[in-house]
Protein backbone atom coordinates (compact mmCIF):
# COMPACT_ATOMS: atom_id res chain seq x y z
CA UNK A 1 0.00 0.00 0.00
CA UNK A 2 1.07 3.72 -0.46
CA UNK A 3 -0.31 4.90 2.27
CA UNK A 4 2.65 4.50 5.72
CA UNK A 5 -0.53 4.86 8.19
CA UNK A 6 -2.67 1.49 6.76
CA UNK A 7 1.30 -0.29 5.94
CA UNK A 8 1.61 0.17 9.57
CA UNK A 9 -1.59 -0.85 10.82
CA UNK A 10 -1.49 -4.22 8.71
CA UNK A 11 1.87 -4.93 9.93
CA UNK A 12 0.59 -4.39 13.55
CA UNK A 13 -2.16 -7.08 12.67
CA UNK A 14 -0.12 -9.60 10.92
CA UNK A 15 2.63 -9.32 13.68
CA UNK A 16 0.27 -9.43 16.65
CA UNK A 17 -1.78 -12.15 15.12
CA UNK A 18 1.23 -14.43 14.65
CA UNK A 19 2.23 -13.79 18.09
CA UNK A 20 2.11 -16.31 21.13
CA UNK A 21 0.30 -15.50 24.74
CA UNK A 22 -0.81 -12.71 25.56
CA UNK A 23 -0.78 -10.25 22.36
CA UNK A 24 -2.15 -12.88 20.06
CA UNK A 25 -4.96 -13.47 22.41
CA UNK A 26 -6.00 -9.74 22.52
CA UNK A 27 -5.57 -9.63 19.15
CA UNK A 28 -7.85 -12.25 18.02
CA UNK A 29 -10.54 -10.81 20.81
CA UNK A 30 -9.87 -7.05 18.93
CA UNK A 31 -10.21 -8.80 15.22
CA UNK A 32 -13.16 -11.10 16.52
CA UNK A 33 -15.09 -7.78 17.98
CA UNK A 34 -14.51 -6.18 14.33
CA UNK A 35 -15.71 -9.89 12.51
CA UNK A 36 -18.66 -9.99 14.26
CA UNK A 37 -19.90 -6.22 13.75
CA UNK A 38 -19.53 -6.93 9.88
CA UNK A 39 -20.72 -10.34 10.28
CA UNK A 40 -24.12 -8.92 12.00
CA UNK A 41 -24.29 -5.90 9.29
CA UNK A 42 -24.18 -8.77 7.07
CA UNK A 43 -26.71 -11.31 8.23
CA UNK A 44 -29.24 -8.45 8.41
CA UNK A 45 -28.64 -7.39 4.74
CA UNK A 46 -29.55 -11.00 3.87
CA UNK A 47 -32.14 -11.61 5.94
CA UNK A 48 -34.64 -10.25 3.84
CA UNK A 49 -34.19 -12.41 1.32
CA UNK A 50 -34.39 -15.48 3.39
CA UNK A 51 -36.65 -15.16 6.01
CA UNK A 52 -34.45 -15.01 8.99
CA UNK A 53 -34.62 -13.12 12.17
CA UNK A 54 -33.44 -13.21 15.94
CA UNK A 55 -31.29 -15.70 17.84
CA UNK A 56 -30.89 -17.13 14.35
CA UNK A 57 -29.34 -14.63 13.10
CA UNK A 58 -27.15 -13.84 15.97
CA UNK A 59 -26.09 -17.57 16.07
CA UNK A 60 -24.92 -17.45 12.73
CA UNK A 61 -23.08 -13.88 13.29
CA UNK A 62 -20.98 -15.30 15.87
CA UNK A 63 -20.48 -18.73 13.52
CA UNK A 64 -19.15 -16.62 10.92
CA UNK A 65 -16.87 -14.43 12.89
CA UNK A 66 -15.11 -17.20 14.69
CA UNK A 67 -15.01 -19.12 11.41
CA UNK A 68 -13.55 -16.50 10.11
CA UNK A 69 -10.88 -15.78 12.83
CA UNK A 70 -9.66 -19.20 12.70
CA UNK A 71 -9.53 -18.97 8.68
CA UNK A 72 -7.40 -15.44 9.03
CA UNK A 73 -5.04 -17.03 11.33
CA UNK A 74 -4.59 -19.58 8.95
CA UNK A 75 -3.75 -17.42 6.31
CA UNK A 76 -1.93 -14.86 7.48
CA UNK A 77 1.33 -15.86 5.10
CA UNK A 78 -1.50 -14.99 2.04
CA UNK A 79 -1.85 -11.35 2.77
CA UNK A 80 -0.11 -9.50 0.68
CA UNK A 81 -1.11 -5.67 1.73
CA UNK A 82 -3.04 -5.02 -1.10
CA UNK A 83 -5.32 -3.67 0.88
CA UNK A 84 -6.04 -2.80 4.77
CA UNK A 85 -5.70 -5.95 6.69
CA UNK A 86 -9.39 -5.19 8.11
CA UNK A 87 -10.89 -5.39 4.80
CA UNK A 88 -9.40 -8.80 3.68
CA UNK A 89 -10.20 -10.15 7.07
CA UNK A 90 -13.84 -8.86 6.23
CA UNK A 91 -14.07 -11.04 3.19
CA UNK A 92 -13.67 -13.99 4.92
CA UNK A 93 -16.69 -13.31 7.32
CA UNK A 94 -18.95 -11.99 4.52
CA UNK A 95 -18.48 -15.37 2.86
CA UNK A 96 -18.98 -17.34 5.84
CA UNK A 97 -22.26 -15.48 6.91
CA UNK A 98 -23.45 -16.11 2.76
CA UNK A 99 -22.56 -20.15 3.23
CA UNK A 100 -24.37 -20.23 6.70
CA UNK A 101 -27.66 -18.32 5.80
CA UNK A 102 -28.27 -20.70 3.05
CA UNK A 103 -26.97 -23.43 4.72
CA UNK A 104 -29.51 -23.33 7.07
CA UNK A 105 -32.38 -21.81 4.91
CA UNK A 106 -31.81 -25.27 2.46
CA UNK A 107 -31.84 -27.38 5.66
CA UNK A 108 -35.22 -26.28 6.36
CA UNK A 109 -36.63 -25.57 3.06
CA UNK A 110 -39.71 -28.28 2.47
CA UNK A 111 -38.11 -29.16 -1.09
CA UNK A 112 -35.58 -32.04 -0.97
CA UNK A 113 -32.70 -30.31 -3.36
CA UNK A 114 -32.87 -33.75 -5.86
CA UNK A 115 -36.54 -33.44 -6.87
CA UNK A 116 -37.43 -32.99 -10.36
CA UNK A 117 -40.07 -30.28 -10.63
CA UNK A 118 -39.57 -29.57 -14.21
CA UNK A 119 -42.77 -26.70 -14.17
CA UNK A 120 -40.41 -24.60 -12.19
CA UNK A 121 -38.27 -24.40 -15.28
CA UNK A 122 -40.64 -23.72 -17.76
CA UNK A 123 -41.89 -20.44 -15.23
CA UNK A 124 -38.73 -19.12 -15.92
CA UNK A 125 -39.27 -18.18 -19.36
CA UNK A 126 -41.10 -14.77 -20.19
CA UNK A 127 -43.15 -16.24 -22.78
CA UNK A 128 -47.21 -15.46 -23.49
CA UNK A 129 -49.66 -18.12 -23.92
CA UNK A 130 -48.77 -18.09 -27.85
CA UNK A 131 -45.60 -19.42 -26.67
CA UNK A 132 -46.27 -22.25 -24.10
CA UNK A 133 -46.56 -25.11 -26.66
CA UNK A 134 -42.94 -23.89 -27.38
CA UNK A 135 -41.81 -23.72 -23.79
CA UNK A 136 -43.60 -27.08 -22.72
CA UNK A 137 -41.49 -28.75 -25.22
CA UNK A 138 -38.22 -27.35 -24.82
CA UNK A 139 -38.12 -28.13 -21.11
CA UNK A 140 -39.36 -31.84 -22.09
CA UNK A 141 -36.31 -32.04 -24.27
CA UNK A 142 -34.24 -30.67 -21.26
CA UNK A 143 -35.83 -33.15 -19.01
CA UNK A 144 -35.14 -36.22 -21.64
CA UNK A 145 -31.38 -35.09 -22.11
CA UNK A 146 -30.85 -35.18 -18.21
CA UNK A 147 -32.32 -38.59 -18.49
CA UNK A 148 -30.43 -39.51 -21.33
CA UNK A 149 -27.39 -37.93 -21.41
CA UNK A 150 -25.97 -37.44 -17.79
CA UNK A 151 -24.24 -39.49 -15.24
CA UNK A 152 -26.10 -39.77 -11.81
CA UNK A 153 -23.70 -37.03 -10.41
CA UNK A 154 -23.98 -34.59 -13.31
CA UNK A 155 -27.70 -35.24 -12.72
CA UNK A 156 -28.11 -34.73 -9.08
CA UNK A 157 -25.63 -31.66 -8.95
CA UNK A 158 -27.76 -30.31 -12.20
CA UNK A 159 -31.17 -30.55 -10.87
CA UNK A 160 -29.90 -29.64 -7.28
CA UNK A 161 -28.35 -25.98 -8.65
CA UNK A 162 -30.34 -24.67 -11.83
CA UNK A 163 -33.65 -26.80 -11.36
CA UNK A 164 -33.96 -25.90 -7.80
CA UNK A 165 -31.56 -23.21 -7.41
CA UNK A 166 -29.70 -24.73 -4.47
CA UNK A 167 -26.18 -22.19 -3.87
CA UNK A 168 -23.22 -24.42 -5.11
CA UNK A 169 -21.57 -24.04 -1.63
CA UNK A 170 -24.94 -25.45 0.33
CA UNK A 171 -24.73 -28.08 -2.11
CA UNK A 172 -20.86 -29.22 -1.80
CA UNK A 173 -21.42 -29.44 2.14
CA UNK A 174 -24.64 -31.67 1.79
CA UNK A 175 -22.70 -34.06 -0.52
CA UNK A 176 -19.18 -34.16 0.97
CA UNK A 177 -17.69 -32.13 -1.72
CA UNK A 178 -16.29 -29.22 -3.11
CA UNK A 179 -17.21 -25.64 -4.75
CA UNK A 180 -14.53 -26.84 -7.54
CA UNK A 181 -15.06 -29.91 -8.05
CA UNK A 182 -19.09 -29.15 -8.29
CA UNK A 183 -18.46 -26.62 -10.73
CA UNK A 184 -16.45 -29.46 -12.85
CA UNK A 185 -19.57 -31.56 -13.16
CA UNK A 186 -21.79 -28.51 -13.72
CA UNK A 187 -19.71 -27.83 -16.13
CA UNK A 188 -20.03 -31.13 -17.91
CA UNK A 189 -23.48 -31.92 -17.43
CA UNK A 190 -24.40 -28.37 -19.09
CA UNK A 191 -21.74 -29.37 -21.85
CA UNK A 192 -23.46 -32.25 -22.54
CA UNK A 193 -26.88 -30.64 -22.04
CA UNK A 194 -26.48 -28.70 -25.02
CA UNK A 195 -24.89 -31.70 -27.09
CA UNK A 196 -28.13 -33.20 -27.06
CA UNK A 197 -30.23 -30.01 -27.37
CA UNK A 198 -28.10 -29.25 -30.69
CA UNK A 199 -28.20 -32.34 -32.25
CA UNK A 200 -32.46 -32.69 -31.78
CA UNK A 201 -32.75 -29.70 -33.19
CA UNK A 202 -33.55 -27.49 -30.13
CA UNK A 203 -30.84 -25.36 -29.84
CA UNK A 204 -28.71 -23.78 -33.02
CA UNK A 205 -24.82 -24.54 -33.48
Avoid at 23 to 40: F, I, K
Avoid at 158 to 174: K, R, S, W
Amino acid sequence: MDDPEIDRENRRWVRALAAVGPPREAACSELYLMLLRVGRAEARRRAPLLHLDGPELEDIAHQAAADALMAVCERLDRFRGEARFTTWASRFVIFNVATKMNRHFWRRHEVPYDEEDWSRLARRFDSGPEDEAQVRELVAAVASAVDESLTDRQRLVFVATVLNGMPIDVLADELGSTRNALYKVLFDARKKLRAALVTRGHLCR
